[in-house]
């Protein structure tokens, strides 16, 4: 299979990453952040106050139109990043800024390059041999990206991971099962912040953990992972008790739609 590109589960990574280096003494999960207002577990969870770009009307009319990559100083100019929008820990808001922060912690705790960092903490550990950290268009190539067309990974400011349906799903699946963190750093991971304002049919009961969309109540009970969307194509990793399943989808483009579902369990 080929790999595909993992759009938001990108913060699931992110978040498992930021993680290990917590549980190895390199990063503090409560102390504030030099020269900032938050901390990492506000990052993590969406509560740090920080703007998001995906209202921002010419962003998308540049991804659309092929250009490359605002510089990101040039980002957080436009969106007045250093404006906080609620006191840190108060409120929360959903931040692609926020975890682009957490990718510059990880590569400043690593001392690597957030692609060497993610491969050495998180795709390795956990027995994945397809995922990566795609920063140029060539890194694209063989990913199928559905109906997008010379995309560019710049556009995600966090970072683009890609793989297999297959390994998304191990990943979560490893993670879940307890191979990739400690219990306890697993149990923090859990701790949702309750989204009533959310709340809806398929999602009765909704909350964001650490990097996981997940339900309030028993999380343990009840999927948990992480969906996102991007330009052609949308993904959907989840694990409920021993079993975990990825779905990637690109919509109806033209006259051809794909769909790829794998699914683990022990």
């Known amino acids: 299979a080929d790999p595909v590109p993992w759009w938001s589960f990108t913060k699931t990574v992110l978040a498992i990453a930021s993680l290990r280096l917590v549980e190895g003494g390199f990063l503090a999960l409560d102390e504030p952040i030099a020269g900032e207002r938050f901390n990492l577990r506000q990052l993590l969870r969406h509560e740090a106050g920080l703007p998001d770009y995906g209202s921002l009307s010419r962003y998308h009319e540049d991804v659309a139109a092929?250009?490359?990559?605002?510089?990101?100083?040039?980002?957080?100019?436009?969106?007045?990043?250093?404006?906080?929008?609620?006191?840190?820990?108060?409120?929360?808001a959903y931040s692609?800024?926020?975890?682009?922060k957490v990718g510059r912690l990880i590569e400043h705790a690593s001392g690597l390059t957030l692609a060497v960092a993610l491969r050495r903490l998180v795709f390795a550990p956990a027995g994945l041999t397809t995922a990566r950290l795609a920063t140029t268009p060539a890194d694209l190539a063989s990913v199928r990206?559905?109906?997008?067309?010379?995309?560019?990974?710049?556009?995600?400011?966090?970072?683009l991971?890609?793989?297999?349906?297959?390994?998304?799903?191990?990943?979560?699946?490893?993670?879940?099962?307890?191979?990739?963190?400690?219990?306890?750093?697993?149990?923090?991971?859990?701790?949702?912040r309750p989204l009533p304002q959310f709340r809806e049919a398929r999602y009765p009961d909704p909350a964001y953990g650490l990097g996981l969309?997940?339900?309030?109540?028993?999380?343990?009970?009840?999927?948990?992972?992480?969906?996102?969307?991007?330009?052609g194509s949308r993904i959907a990793v989840y694990a409920r008790g021993r079993k975990a399943a990825a779905v990637w989808t690109?919509?109806?483009s033209d006259r051809?739609?794909?769909?790829?579902?794998?699914g683990l369990l022990s």
């Open 145 to 159: 990206m559905g109906s997008a067309r010379d995309y560019h990974p710049g556009w995600v400011y966090h970072g």
């Open 161 to 192: 991971a890609v793989g297999t349906v297959a390994d998304a799903a191990r990943l979560l699946w490893a993670f879940t099962t307890g191979g990739l963190l400690r219990p306890e750093t697993l149990a923090a991971m859990l701790e949702g």
């Open 66 to 92: 092929g250009e490359p990559p605002w510089p990101v100083d040039r980002l957080l100019a436009v969106l007045d990043a250093g404006r906080p929008r609620y006191e840190p820990g108060t409120d929360w």
């Open 96 to 100: 692609n800024v926020g975890y682009l």
């Open 256 to 262: 051809n739609a794909e769909l790829e579902v794998f």
């Open 250 to 252: 690109a919509p109806p």
């Open 213 to 231: 969309m997940l339900w309030a109540n028993n999380p343990l009970d009840h999927p948990l992972g992480h969906s996102g969307e991007g330009p």
